[in-house]
């Protein structure tokens, strides 16, 4: 499975917008990009998911270039409910792999 | 529906004792994977089962065992529990049939070894 590199950290303030931006450089054709949040004391929560270009939902949007080697999940105008850390997955369509994080993107949102 | 639920969701542990924790997803769900995560860092893959009767070695699998004898079902057992197994587990499910294995989490459940 490809290995992903993420900032360990961002801050923000309140109504800016959150770019993270993901590497993996030795994804595979058949791989998805998949984010999730993860708040305090909680379990991950899915986010988004993308193969190629933009994927946007009422929570993020998602921009993959062509080479598919790094993905941006914008955060559009944060709030201090978005602190949390942000994971990046790199996903195989063979569902039942072997599904490994990192350590993630800790976001602070300050007011 | 109820989604992932874990029981219990604390546990205290002296050295030595052994215990199991439990997995249940209500959606049907093909993959069930456990995981663990100490204070301030990821999640890291303990095992994980892509049926009913089977499993597979994750990342960190050393000092626990899983079985899965029914589908809906995913246990994690420690056998002789030691402090370095103080952790949260998550337990998640996935299906597999939309997009690519997308994670159904639970809320965790936290053990400490004494």
């Known amino acids: 499975l490809a290995k992903t590199t993420q900032p360990i950290s961002m801050d923000s303030y309140e109504g800016q917008e959150v770019n993270i931006t993901c590497s993996h450089n030795?994804?595979?054709?058949?791989?998805?990009i998949t984010w999730y949040q993860q708040f305090p004391s909680q379990g991950p929560r899915f986010i988004i998911q993308?193969?190629?270009t933009k994927v946007t939902n009422e929570v993020a949007s998602l921009f993959i270039p062509a080479d598919r080697k790094s993905s941006t999940l914008s955060l559009p105008r944060v709030s201090l409910s978005d602190t949390a850390v942000y994971y990046c997955?790199?996903?195989?369509?063979?569902?039942?792999?072997?599904?490994?994080f990192g350590g993630g993107t800790r976001v602070l949102v300050k007011p | 529906n109820a989604g992932v639920t874990q029981t219990p969701k604390f546990r205290v542990l002296k050295t030595g004792q052994s215990m199991t924790l439990l997995c249940a997803q209500d959606?049907?769900?093909?993959?069930m994977y456990w995981y663990r995560q100490d204070p301030g860092m990821g999640l890291r893959l303990i095992h994980y089962?892509?049926?009913?009767?089977?499993?597979a070695k994750g990342e960190v699998p050393d000092g626990y065992n899983v079985s899965r004898l029914k589908k809906q079902n995913f246990l994690l057992g420690l056998e002789s529990a030691a402090p370095s197994q103080t952790s949260v587990y998550f337990c998640?499910?996935?299906?597999?049939?939309?997009?690519?294995?997308?994670?159904?989490f639970g809320a965790g459940s936290r053990l400490t070894v004494l």
């Open positions: 998640a499910s996935s299906s597999g049939d939309t997009g690519a294995n997308v994670l159904t």
């Open positions: 959606m049907n769900h093909e993959y």
């Open positions: 030795n994804i595979a054709t058949n791989d998805y």
């Open positions: 089962s892509v049926g009913e009767g089977t499993t």
């Open positions: 997955l790199v996903t195989p369509k063979a569902a039942g792999n072997k599904l490994t």
């Open positions: 993308g193969y190629k």
